[in-house]
């Protein structure tokens, strides 16, 4: 084929061919090699669960997680205004427990990932979880602090939504509200 470089490769010599082979398993290597980033630093992996819900201490006398924290009761059952933290796709969603329409998206400038640790950082505020335990509990401080709705209140501690039935303080009980 004329104007295509031809190259010899195990003994055969099939210029085209050989070359986008080539260039593919280059393409795989270096996709490989590199950390999975995309949308302008956001990491692909997510370092936190799906969605975190907001958590109080209970039991300050106990050490065992599940017994120590439990729902955020009055931000749960009485007063309604506590958000979950949902990060998908380079935004950080922050959700009403009561009521998902009531929402405030925040557009992520970088998401970092240090050990126990995970740096959310938007143009509003700057927000760290740390991983407390393997419950897992996560701390929720501000080193610069984000001005929410009145019905979407962050709190000190968050966990697995998934997980929250393993705490003994789980729900509302026979609370009607």
Not at 118 to 124: D, F, G, Q
Not at 149 to 155: D, F, G, H, V, W
């Amino acid at each position: 084929m004329e104007g295509f470089p031809t190259f010899e490769y195990a003994g055969f010599t099939n210029g085209p061919l050989i070359f986008l082979r080539m260039f593919l398993s280059l393409i795989f290597l270096i996709s490989s090699i590199l950390p999975p980033f995309a949308n302008g630093g956001i990491s692909a992996a997510p370092p936190l669960p799906a969605l975190l819900t907001p958590l109080e201490v209970v039991n300050a006398r106990s050490a065992k997680p599940f017994e120590r924290y439990g729902i955020d009761w009055d931000g749960h059952c009485y007063s309604c205004n506590v958000a979950e933290l949902q990060v998908m796709d380079s935004v950080l969603w922050l959700r009403n427990v009561c009521d998902s329409n009531l929402k405030q998206p925040l557009r992520l400038l970088s998401l970092q990932h240090n050990g126990a640790q995970v740096i959310l950082r938007c143009r509003e505020a700057v927000l760290v979880l740390e991983k407390m335990n393997e419950a897992p509990v996560y701390r929720l401080t501000q080193p610069v602090p984000l001005r929410v709705s009145e019905k979407l209140q962050l709190r000190s501690f968050y966990t697995d939504k998934s997980r929250i039935t393993r705490f003994a303080v789980h729900d509302c009980g026979d609370f009607d509200g």
